[in-house]
């Protein structure tokens, strides 16, 4: 088949890929030109891993191309993908004016019959209104489905190339049969397709990104009182994810969850909620709680300096909002540096991998290292706030040389307590002992 993509952000670039991979060909349209460019020289925007050699296979076997003339790829193709930004506007409802904008040339340029594919994250009703922005501009048949995307950063190509599910909303038959051509690559290896209306598709999404934001958070507040009582959140943790109904995953506290897409989604949420008059009660308390979680370590680390941060070295381990991403949306890191910073503090940060994405916002309020153990030259303490592989087994009696003072706050409760303290450090993690 052939179909076109339009918007190469991360959902739209794998997305294409995948499909380039599924044996179609596929049309990536962006009105970056720049961009645009760079890809059809075979450079990835983006770092997943993974992602590269999939892209250049695919765009040596000609079945993956970029444009910035979204006209001629919508002459070429049958299926027509949405995966523009849907970003939040003051309010917290996503901003629909990407999708719509689209909608709207798409009216203006098709001839013949199209699905046109709602990728991205939105509020229900938008293939509605979609289909009622391109019905003001042709007379041509066309049909609007809601597809959502499930793919996690850093495990994009894992997940969008073995997906637990595919969703499609839509009712009409023509488009369903679309769809099901589409995805029958995955439905012959038993990966499940569920076909729904639009709206309830489209709700799914957010039901989903909402349902783990608030397991996370839920695992979380279970951890700080563990705090409190003296227990082992692992243990508890252990416990309650072998119960198949809990299950296991989602289950690691932290200081919070980050990323462009819960943060984004549970307010985009609670605000469709608002507009109906419905109170999404868990997910505000969720929100809150999480912008609490974030900065937790904070108040840890003043208290261990008795109230002064002034002054204090710290070294930052991790800066993206996750492992296995440059992505630092929403990143708990973040949050971290600004209350630090607010109250006097001087940081070190290394991510090999986010670390430019970071110098983009921040600049030169704090200092880069070039590796994990260099940030640790004079430090007072050690913030991890990113879970990276690098950072699990790392070399004690090296990290306890260059430390000032031998004390870590782990965000992402990294080492065992065995681990760390027979070297001495004092080690403040999640819902553990200290
Ligand atoms: C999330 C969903 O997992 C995907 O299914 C969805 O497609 C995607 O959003 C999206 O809407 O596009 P992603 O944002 O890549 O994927 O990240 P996750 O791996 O879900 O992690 C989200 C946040 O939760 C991270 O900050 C992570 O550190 C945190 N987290 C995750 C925890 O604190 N504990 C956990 O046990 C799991």
Redo the contacts with the bound molecule.
């Keep these: 088949m052939n179909i076109t993509i339009v918007g190469t952000g991360y ?1 739209g670039l794998v997305t294409g890929t995948t499909l380039a991979e599924l044996g179609n060909t596929v049309y990536c349209v962006d009105i970056d030109a720049k961009k645009v460019e760079r890809m059809k020289q075979g450079i990835v925007p983006i770092y997943e891993p993974g992602l590269e050699e999939m892209f250049l296979r695919n765009i040596q076997a000609q079945r993956l191309f970029f444009t910035t003339d979204i006209k001629e790829a919508l002459e070429k193709s049958e299926v027509i993908y949405l995966a523009l930004p849907t970003p939040p506007g003051e309010d917290g409802s996503a901003d629909l004016s990407y999708v719509l904008s689209v909608a709207n040339q798409i009216g203006e340029m098709i001839t013949d019959y199209k699905v046109v594919v709602n990728k991205s ?1 939105v509020p229900v009703g938008t293939a509605d209104r979609v289909r009622e922005t391109i019905a003001t501009k042709t007379k041509i048949p066309f049909d609007v489905v809601s597809n959502p ?7 994009a190509v894992e ?1 969008s190339m073995n997906p637990a599910r595919v969703i499609v909303g839509s009712e009409s038959e023509k488009a369903q049969e679309v769809m099901a051509k589409i995805y029958q690559p995955f439905t012959n290896i038993g990966i499940p397709i569920i076909f729904m209306d639009e709206k309830s598709s489209e709700l799914t ?1 957010y039901a ?2 909402s349902f ?2 608030v397991k ?1 958070t839920f ?2 507040e279970i951890a700080n009182y563990c705090e409190k009582v003296g227990a082992d959140v692992d243990k508890v943790r252990l416990g309650m994810g072998s119960d198949d109904r809990i299950g296991h ?6 200081i ?7 943060p984004k ?1 549970v307010k985009a949420l609670i605000k469709s909620g608002k507009q109906e008059g419905f109170d999404f009660q868990i997910l505000e308390a969720t929100e809150e709680v999480n912008q609490a979680q974030k900065v937790i370590l904070v108040s840890e680390i003043e208290k261990y300096f008795k109230g002064d941060l002034k002054g204090k070295k710290i070294a930052l381990w991790g800066l993206a ?2 492992a296995n ?1 440059d992505d630092i949306r929403e990143a ?1 890191s973040l949050d971290n540096i600004k209350l630090l910073l607010e109250k006097g503090a001087e940081i070190t940060a290394y991510d090999s991998i986010a670390e430019e994405n970071v110098r983009h916002v921040l600049g030169d309020q704090i200092s880069y290292a070039k590796d994990m153990y260099s940030t640790l030259e004079n430090a007072d303490c050690l913030l991890i706030a990113t ?1 990276w592989s690098e950072f699990k087994n790392p070399n004690f009696e090296m990290m306890a040389q260059r430390m000032n003072n031998k004390a870590i706050f782990d965000g ?1 409760n990294m080492f065992a307590l065995e681990q760390v303290e027979d070297k001495g450090f004092f080690y403040k993690s999640i819902g553990r002992k200290t």
Excluded: Q, W
């Design positions: 959902v994250t995307e499930f793919l996690r950063e850093g495990f997940d999404k989903a990104n783990l934001a996370i695992m979380n995953r989602f289950l690691f506290p932290g919070g969850y980050g990323g462009s897409c819960f989604d909002f996750k991403t708990s879970e992402r």
